[in-house]
């Protein structure tokens, strides 16, 4: 909870219950400073290789947010020939889900972005699991304690809560609850002895009474500073250490971002609010910080929270629906960023990852919050999946013609279904997918079982009388001969000809939904190609059937 230069001062003209809206860190004080702040020159792209990592918590599986974070670390680092590194922030236990590491490993493994140094492929810092690395937060833990940099809290849990819900009533308000009973009271032996004692203990950084400024290389220079009642003073003082021994994440990313040298932190704006608290940690230790660069939050078109509501669901259940890592990628790439003017020019927006490792630059990240349309996604699907598909040869074609004739089967229920015919659907129709697994939608069932006709949809689409309709179909099936590719256009003018007043239009309609019943989108020559002058023959004559 931060207050910030500009938003103290419009602070003092609001309400109480205005001040408790603004506990978190708004947008709005982001947009005031980048006013004020911000210089291109910060984003230029560096000249030494980065060091970026991705480091997820396993509390839950990967989604399109940590996507675009995951990317931008990886890409910053392939860019400038650096290097990415995966690791697993798992020090809270309790928040861990079952099944979410693996997902962290296989997601980045499926979308393509290779880790350089993580916990499956080891590297110069490892481990690269938080929670094998106690024994080197403790040693850091030790000297911030011997320095006074911080100190243990014996505090109960009660005392803590009554601490809070006092800080809650001050006035003016106070963005901190604790008192610094436990650095007042208890002397450094004092401290060791409750702890040798075994006591059950916290440990807390002593921060400081302004915290130090810092650059984001997106928002400019940050000022945050915690709000006090200046009567009753409190203090954030965070917790280093909680008390089963496992450090707060703002403890062990600190460590470990230095010990791993990382050089550029790019995350989630949600964190923004985290980072005074680093940077004090980095100047207790006499380190430097790494660069930081804050991305927007991943927001709907019409900017709300992104939710599963609205589509935001996990990358691999994103891949059983469909969607191609290509796509994925390309899609969430947009969420923040834009390419230079001069590989900007393709109005299409198509960047493979492989493009993308040499065009990313810093420069071309953006501030504002970044929309997520879906409708995009099936653009870039559509795109990669008629690229992919184009190959008959290739594994990718393959693998899918198996799969999708295996669903087809099951969903159609058919037990001789043609593979060839899937087969044949696939290559012809396969560029006008944005999915797959469209294919196994009634869109496109009637390639592979005799359409129904009901009378409601054969008026909607012939847009004709029966009786009409009856003629048009008796014609259809007289001259069937001539309804192959070469011929059809022919054959329908002949007709149209023979009657007078019929139009092309109206015996092409017939002829359509004869084939495909209410079903569009397909070309007439594609269709009767696929399905071939006996089953054109047979729809037609079971269209006569059902109008007479
Ligand atoms: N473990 C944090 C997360 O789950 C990482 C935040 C950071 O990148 O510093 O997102």
Known sequence: MYCITIERRLLCKLTSSRVRATHHYSKFSLRE?????????????????????????PTGFLHLGSLRTALYNYLIARSTHGQF???????????????AEENIYHTLEWLGLSVDEGPQNCGTYAPYKQSERTAIYSKYIKKLLDKGLAYRCFCTKDRLTQLRDSARLLKPPTTASYDRYCLKH?????????????????????SPHKYPTFLDLLHGKIDQQIQINPLDVRYEDPVLLKSDGLPTYHFANVIDDHLMKITHVIRGEEWLASTP?????????????????????????????????????????????????????NFSVLFGWSPRREYGKKSSEIYSLKELEKIFTLEGLTKGNAKV??????????????????????????????????????????????????????????????????????????????????????????????????VIVNELNERAAGLIPEKL?????????????????????????????????????????????YEVKQRLQNLADFVS
């Open 33 to 57: 400073r980048e006013k004020e702040h911000v210089s291109h020159d910060l984003l230029s792209q560096p000249t030494n290789p980065v060091r970026s990592r991705f480091a997820p918590s």
């Open 85 to 99: 590194i995966l690791r697993l922030e798992d020090t809270d236990q309790k928040r861990l889900v079952e099944g």
């Open 186 to 206: 208890y002397s450094k032996e004092e401290s060791d002895e409750k702890a040798s004692a075994g006591e059950h203990f916290t440990v807390r950084f002593v």
């Open 277 to 329: 608290k680093h940077v004090a940690l980095y100047d207790a230790f006499g380190w430097n910080p790494p660069k930081f660069i804050h991305i927007p939050l991943l927001t709907t078109v019409d900017n709300r929270k992104l939710s599963k509501r609205s589509g935001d669901i996990d990358i691999m259940s994103l891949k059983s629906k469909g969607f191609l890592p290509e796509a994925l990628i």
């Open 489 to 533: 256009s022919d054959t329908i003018k002949a007709i149209a000809k023979s009657h007078s007043g019929l139009k092309r239009k109206t015996v092409y309609q017939t002829l359509r939904y004869a084939l495909s019943g209410p079903q569009s989108g397909i070309s007439m020559h594609t269709i009767i190609d696929i399905l071939g002058l």
């Open 373 to 470: 349309d879906f409708k995009k996604l099936d653009f870039f699907n559509k795109h990669y999946l008629g690229v992919k598909l184009s190959d008959r040869t290739s594994d990718f074609y393959n693998n899918n013609l198996d799969d999708i004739y295996r669903k087809l089967k099951t969903t159609l229920k058919m037990d001789s279904l043609d593979y060839h015919l899937v087969d044949r659907v696939l290559q012809s129709v396969g560029t006008a997918l944005s999915n797959i697994n469209e294919l196994n939608t009634e869109k496109y069932w009637y390639f592979f079982v005799r359409p129904e006709y009901t009378l409601v949809t054969l008026l909607q689409h012939t847009i004709q009388d029966k009786d009409t309709v009856k």
